[in-house]
Every structure is written in structure tokens, then in C-alpha cells.
């Protein structure tokens, strides 16, 4: 990746927790080239939100509306307010129009308000993180049957279509805030 990679991790790659059985021991990876640092918490169940386009001028985003709603996903939190990090340029990140987003059945599981990013790019690597990918499956009932998929939402598809396409490209992208 220093020597001009390309790459997008979805969802679990960027879990880290320590203590647990993957562990917040790579420094460089979570906090220099993701940017996010530990997970922190999480949605339950898988639902749907409405995400915000953050950076309408980057490759990824264009021709998406300024809000669409995403497939069912398990939405994660961090330890590090990317918006802090002049490296990271936040793509997506979900409207407050989703709240209260989850179901639980935990009550710290379901977001009442706050800013979470759902996809960014960090401006020193070729990389895109989108933190999708979890689909609504049936554990409640043993049937482990997966009820949403999120390869099946048009404008999430586009998203990542132009994002590999961005990641495929030469060209190098100025954020609208750099």
C-alpha cells in the first residue's frame, strides 16, 4: 500500500477489539492506514439506513443522490472521530433521518443520534473501507437463513463499482476539502 496498492475492505476488515480473538495489535493498519483506530460498538440486527453523500466530488460518489438507503447491514462505531484526521476523506456516513437505527435486542446496540461514517478513503493510499457487508441472517430462530443481501441494492453497487473503478484508475483524486 506505500508503494501505490489499491485495496477496499468491507465491514470486518476493520474490526479490531482487544481483548478478543482479533486483537487491536497493528498500528499502522488500524490507526495510519484505516484511520479508525478499535471497534467500538455496533447496530443489531442488521437494518437498513439512510446514508449521506460526505464528498460528492469523489470519483465513488458520483451520480449517487445526495441520501439513498443502503441494504440491511450491521453498522459499526470507532474509537477514532475520523473527521478529526485530515487524511481521511469520509465518502458515505449514515443521516440522522435513520435514527433510531438497530432493533436490538440490547439496548446499547440500538444509535439514538451521533455521526458514524460508513465509507472513506484515506488521501496517502489507494483505499476505500465500506463498512457493509453484514446481511440480516436468522440466528434468533436457528435457521442461520440469510434474509437481506448487500450486493443487492442498486446504488450501494454503483458505490462500490465506481469505487474499484477510482481504485483501477491513474488518477490521482483531490478531495473538495484539501
Not at 62 to 88: C, G, M, V
Not at 114 to 142: C, L, Q, S
Amino acid at each position: 500500500m506505500e508503494h501505490g496498492g489499491a485495496w477496499m475492505g468491507f465491514h470486518f476488515a476493520g474490526f479490531a477489539l482487544t481483548p478478543s480473538g482479533y486483537p487491536q495489535n497493528w498500528d499502522w493498519y488500524h490507526n495510519t492506514f484505516l484511520g479508525a483506530g478499535s471497534y467500538v460498538g455496533n447496530t443489531w440486527r442488521p437494518t437498513a439506513a439512510v446514508l449521506r453523500v460526505e464528498d460528492r466530488r469523489h470519483p465513488a460518489t458520483q451520480h449517487l443522490p445526495s441520501t439513498f438507503t443502503s441494504a440491511p447491514n450491521e453498522w459499526y462505531k470507532w474509537s477514532n472521530d475520523l473527521r478529526a484526521n485530515p487524511a481521511i476523506d469520509i465518502l458515505l456516513a449514515i443521516d440522522p433521518k435513520s435514527f433510531p437505527l438497530g432493533t436490538g435486542p440490547k439496548p446499547h446496540e440500538i444509535w439514538h443520534s451521533g455521526y458514524y461514517p460508513v465509507a472513506w478513503t484515506n488521501k496517502n493510499f489507494r483505499m476505500i473501507y465500506v463498512n457493509m457487508g453484514h446481511n440480516d441472517i436468522d440466528y434468533e430462530h436457528g435457521t442461520n437463513k440469510e434474509l437481506s443481501f448487500t450486493f443487492q441494492n442498486k446504488l450501494q453497487n454503483q458505490f462500490i463499482v465506481n469505487g474499484l473503478l477510482w481504485l483501477g484508475s491513474r488518477k490521482k483524486h483531490s478531495s473538495a476539502r484539501d
